[in-house]
């Protein structure tokens, strides 16, 4: 979004999208809130997976049943059929509609990468995301999943919701009812919300690192060889963040605190830092966390930075520890984790689940 932005010189612009596409625009508003002047969002929903707390999303029977769909029939019409009798019935025997279709799937996605689509869209969640949004917001709900919507936009703080006609045509957008309405209230929308302030909480991800055993270390070489040993750490740690874009905010004796606009790019930076620097026979734990800061005179502070280094601190040598916020928020990137448990986190009012990045 960003850089489609920024190749046509939009400094600001509304977000509108329709179902999955919700949870891009919320992580999106909440890491540039400065660059994004409202969410619109049609049918959006918070996570992939039912759960106790989320009855809306399918189970993972339905999802293991949907995945096999899609990898034994993505691109033929006995897929689309499938789609078309749950989805869009009054298209099923419109044979010039199905050709379309079939061949726009074949252009969009192989079907190995449709597979991996769609279990991204399983895994994703954005649930802990939501109350980080400080963008005006509209959620068009449709009245088959009210109470998903009514989910989502009771997480958004001042969020508003409207509810839209019967909605039939989801492929095609045939049903002028429930379209009209939908431009009706984004009209509507964009016109009270054209010039929205300046944000002063952004979510972030941070990254904090340090060196195990570092005290032993230093005594063992004295003060001019550690000295020499910590510039060449850093020099390293440095070369990391700028191959991942990630910002020092702060470095405090062998420690890194850095910030990231994308959690799976700091995962990756974490876990290349801890690679980088064994070369010269050190190991670091690093520690990761998406959550909204403050910004303050070029600073980040709140409870998303204490966090994160509260996680660094349980890392084992070698281990980089990521919150299940992280772990949720890279569904689709390719990152492995092993599920750690529970963790009380000194001065973190909730237990926090954590993760370890694993090879």
Known sequence: ????????????????????????????????????????????????????????????????????????????????????????????????????????????????????FFRMMMDADVTDVLPSVRVPTLVLALPVRRGQAEHFAGSIPGAELVE???????????????????????????????????????????VFTDIVGST????DLGDSGWRNLLERHHALVRAQLARFRGREIDTA????????????RAVRCATAIRDEVRALGLEIRAGVHTGECEVAAGKIVGQAVNTGARVAALAQPGEVLATSTVRDLVAGAGLAFEDRGEHELKGIAEPKRLFAVID
């Open 216 to 219: 032993e270390r230093a005594a």
């Open 253 to 264: 004796g062998d420690g890194f605190f850095a910030s990231f606009d994308g959690p799976a």
């Open 1 to 116: 979004v960003r850089a489609v932005m920024d190749a046509v010189g939009s400094e600001r612009a509304f977000l509108w999208t329709a179902q999955d596409g919700g949870r891009l625009a919320v992580l999106f508003a909440a890491t540039y809130p400065e660059r994004t002047a409202g969410l619109l969002l049609f049918d959006p929903a918070a996570r992939g997976r039912r759960g106790p707390d989320y009855p809306w999303a399918p189970s993972d029977d339905e999802w293991r049943r949907r995945l096999a769909e899609v990898r034994e029939g993505w691109g033929e019409r006995a897929f689309l059929e499938s789609l078309l009798a749950e989805w869009e019935p009054t298209k099923v025997g419109d044979d010039e509609f199905r050709a379309w279709f079939v061949s726009h799937m074949r252009r969009s996605l192989s079907p190995g990468s449709a597979v991996a």
């Open 164 to 206: 839209l006609p019967p909605f039939e045509g989801m492929f095609s957008w045939a049903d002028d009812r429930a379209h009209e309405a939908a431009m009706r209230e984004t009209k509507r929308f964009v016109s009270r919300h054209g010039h929205p302030e300046e944000p002063d909480r952004v979510l972030v991800t941070v």
